[in-house]
């Protein structure tokens, strides 16, 4: 049934259980090509067990530390919301710090890793380690030991500039360029007969060094990580982790200590500056009860007074801490637009912010001060062996910028709360203008002078507080991060397996097996019968079956066109090659069990659909050779026998044929129509379809054009469809092979329905599925398949009917 509810789809595993392979076929096919599955499961066992004897043991140690969510430190002073939540992912950060190249570095140094014992293997102790330079001395070396108890060696060095002892004696040091090393008492006591060494390069073997370490958390709840290692040489498997970890400790705990170095002495500075201060606020008190007789100002003042005088001295401290803080915002601002800014080894013009007096009772502005001081001192750490532009200087540059950036916009916010409040107070201030007036300025002079002199007293035992608190925590060791099970020198390896080995070369060789049973037996992929084509297309309906016809069933044109002349010469044996040289067969030979089959395919296409017949067809195959030229051509003139007023369209504007078979010219054709060049009457062109005056029009192809997927995708494409149907009541195009071009696909997404024509043991059956592909995804309905070149048992209506042997034309 023709019906565009359900596109054709591809085949897919465990579709349907009424397939056609049974599980008795299955079975059967394995009992067949038992032999074969057997062999190639033995063959699959021996290469496992080969591999498994041929692999270096490889052995796997663990080292477990428990890591807090909490800052070791504490904080020095209380957080703000815009940067809460700064810790978070703490646990990924100090995994990402242990597979850092700088941690891993420390290893291979502490470790002596760039040098490797070959033979004896892990015999590590062989060779004593008297200096090991990052660079120098890299090269394959091998000991020979001689009668005398000594060995000669013999060097392949990577650089020309290292020079080797011809002979090495135990115990005395030899130089290997920058290296110094000697061979251990080991060698005289085991004396082995030969040992061989190696010393790699620094970087890469840091590089396998990282490969080799795996960290991960043991669950998504608990604050443990694993530190895993895994090395052909057991010792080394249990030292890497266990010295990472330590190496990991200590510089947490150096950095640790340099962060609260530099808090303690931030401050002691802020200390220090506030004490003077609050002296000189003192004195000014002082000072100004003296001079203005000021005695009590409780007992002098009523309630409104102390209120007015309360918010006269908030609005000029309000406008002052804002002027301060204003001054102070455009004197960072100049100074890091100067070039004082994090792009430099210098201090930070923003730590100035930290020190405004509102900031200092904020822990968060000074968490990120603590913060920007730790990273100013790394980067003065680092800067002593590199460059500005070196990855980590950058680096630690982009987050200083940061926390200057975070800084920057808290105090532009508190300088923006400052306005609302003072403009807040004014209009408080305005209301209450003339009874402001009669305050005496004495009082209010004084209040203004008490609460500054409160302020930074407040402050002042504030800092001495935190100061105290700063030093307590900078003796104190860090306790968020702790080794609970150090790693063990592993006993057995984790690689190879030889159980799981052979056992898995069992099931692959067996599943191997099965497949090249399968493979043996369908490696045949040629479309043969009307089962293939329905597995390949998803069920879709072949429409007709069309046998293969041979030359001397031809009988020669008659000049009326029809077949009526003696038969072709050519030999019984011979079939057709070319529907150009011999013209359809249902015109030539309308009695033959050939056009009776065309005919069967046009009576099946005509009742195919559920309501009425498809009107618009396109004729298309998978590449070329599968016979839709010569399908469409013998399709159509059997529809005009029927006495139905057919078109057949030759759509394939890159090699079209159908003028050939039809003896007529290209041009004018279905390229001028399309581009309005030339009326469709005179390119339509009126051939005979056989007897009794039948005739069938033909729209050639025309000039061809250069684009031609363009040209029928166009509106004009659909619009010329539309006209068609008003005019005939049957529209075929022949399209070109979907498999190469698009258009046939183009022009399905117009037509009422798509035929697919595959040829007999010729067109293969990916092809006629891929095919089928392409026209679901443009939407395109496939109306059903047509396969010619049919011989023996497939077309046995024809063999038992007729007796003839037959089939399609070849080529377009």
């Known amino acids: ?96 710090v242990l597979q850092s190249r700088r941690v891993t570095e420390a290893v291979v140094d502490s470790l ?22 990052r660079t120098g001395g890299e090269g394959h070396y091998e000991l020979a030991r001689r009668s005398d108890g000594s060995y000669a060696m013999t060097a392949t060095a990577t650089a020309p500039t290292v020079r080797a002892p011809a002979s090495v004696a135990v115990g005395q040091p030899f130089t290997l360029g920058t290296a110094r090393l000697s061979l251990g008492p080991d060698v005289a006591r085991d004396k082995p ?68 170095r530099s808090t303690v002495q931030f401050l002691r500075e802020q200390v220090s500056s506030y004490n003077e201060q609050l002296r000189l606020a003192e004195e000014r008190v002082r000072s100004y009860r003296e001079s203005q007789q000021v005695v009590s100002l409780t007992e002098e003042a009523s309630e409104q007074v102390r209120r007015l005088a309360a918010d006269q001295a908030e609005y000029d401290r309000l406008r002052s801490e804002r002027q301060s803080l204003a001054t102070l915002l455009a004197e960072v601002t100049a100074a890091a637009r100067a070039g004082v800014s994090n792009g430099t080894s210098g201090t930070s013009p923003y730590r100035r912010l930290a020190s ?56 532009r916010s508190y300088l923006a709360s400052l306005d609302s409040q003072i403009a807040s ?27 500054e002199q409160d302020l930074l007293t407040q402050i002042y035992n504030l800092l001495q507080t935190r100061l105290k608190e700063a030093e307590i925590q900078a003796a104190a060791e860090p306790s968020d991060v702790e080794i609970i099970d150090s790693a063990l020198v592993p ?124 009107r618009v067809l396109v004729v298309t195959s998978a590449f070329p050779g599968d016979g839709k030229s010569t399908s469409a051509s013998n399709l159509a003139i059997t529809l005009a026998q029927q006495g139905t007023r057919t078109l057949l369209v030759d759509a394939d504007l890159r090699r079209g044929v159908l003028h050939s078979v039809f003896g007529i010219s290209s041009d004018p054709g279905l390229s001028h129509v399309l581009l309005g060049k030339v009326p469709l009457d005179e390119a339509i062109s009126t051939v005979s379809a056989g007897e009794n005056g039948v005739v069938l029009d033909v729209l050639p192809t025309g000039v061809l054009p250069p684009n031609p997927a363009e040209l029928l995708g166009h509106q004009r494409t659909r619009d010329l469809v539309e006209t068609l149907r008003e005019r005939y009541e049957m529209i075929i195009f022949d399209a070109p092979p979907l498999n190469l071009v698009t258009d046939a696909a183009v022009l399905g997404t117009v037509a009422d329905a798509t035929i697919l024509v595959a040829r007999n043991g010729i067109t293969d059956r990916r092809a006629l599925e891929h095919a089928a592909l392409q026209l679901s995804h443009v939407g395109a309905v496939l109306g059903g398949v047509i396969l010619n070149d049919v011989v023996g048992d497939e077309n046995s209506y024809y063999n038992s009917g007729y007796g003839y042997t037959y089939g399609a034309y070849r080529r377009n």
């Open 112 to 133: 002596n890793l760039t040098l490797r014992v070959q033979e004896p293997a892990g015999a590590r102790t062989l060779i004593v380690i008297h200096d090991l330079p």
């Open 1 to 96: 049934m023709i019906s565009k509810a359900t596109p054709p789809r591809l085949t897919t595993e465990g579709d349907d259980p009424g397939q056609d392979i049974s599980l008795r076929e299955v079975w059967g096919t394995v009992v067949r090509h038992r032999i074969l599955i057997a062999l190639t499961a033995l063959a699959l066992v021996v290469a496992a067990g080969i591999y498994t004897w041929m692999q270096v043991p490889a052995y796997q140690s663990v080292v477990t530390l428990r890591i807090d969510e909490s800052n070791s430190t504490g904080s020095v002073l209380s957080s703000l919301s815009p940067v809460a939540g700064l810790s978070r992912g703490k646990i990924e950060t100090e995994m990402r």
């Open 425 to 451: 107070k004014q209009s408080s201030l305005n209301r209450f203008g003339g009874e402001l007036a009669r305050i005496p300025s004495r009082e209010v002079g004084f209040a203004r002078l008490s609460r």
């Open 193 to 260: 007969q030969a040992i061989v060494f190696n010393i790699s390069p620094f970087r890469g073997t840091v590089s396998g060094v990282r490969s080799g370490i795996a960290v991960e958390r043991a669950d998504l709840v608990s604050h443990v990580v694993n530190v895993t290692y895994t090395s052909a040489d057991p010792r080394v498997a249990a030292d890497v982790p266990n010295v990472l970890a330590a190496r990991f400790l200590e510089e947490k705990l150096s950095g640790l200590r340099s962060e609260s």
């Open 491 to 614: 006993i057995t390896p984790i690689s190879p397996n030889p159980v799981k080995n052979v056992g898995l070369g069992l099931i692959l060789g067996l599943g191997l097996g099965v497949a090249l049973a399968f493979v043996r037996q369908a490696v045949d992929t040629k479309i043969r019968s009307r089962q293939d084509v329905e597995q390949a297309t998803s069920g879709a309906p072949v429409l007709g079956m069309i046998p293969r016809i041979r030359i001397s069933q031809l009988a020669p044109l008659s000049p009326n066109g029809n077949g009526k002349g003696k038969a072709a010469q050519g030999g019984r044996g011979k079939h057709v090659d070319d529907v150009r040289e011999y013209g359809p067969v249902t015109r030539r030979n309308p009695q033959s069990p050939v056009a009776e089959s065309y005919r069967a395919l046009r009576t099946n296409i005509m009742f195919a659909g559920a309501d009425s017949s498809p």
């Open 356 to 411: 405004f007096p509102v900031f200092l009772v904020n822990r968060a502005v000074q968490d990120m001060l603590q913060s920007l001081t730790a990273l100013e001192t790394r980067r003065s750490e680092v800067l002593v062996q590199r460059t500005e532009v070196d990855n980590d200087v950058q680096s630690i540059n982009e987050r200083i910028g940061q926390i200057e950036e975070q800084l920057l916009q808290l105090a």
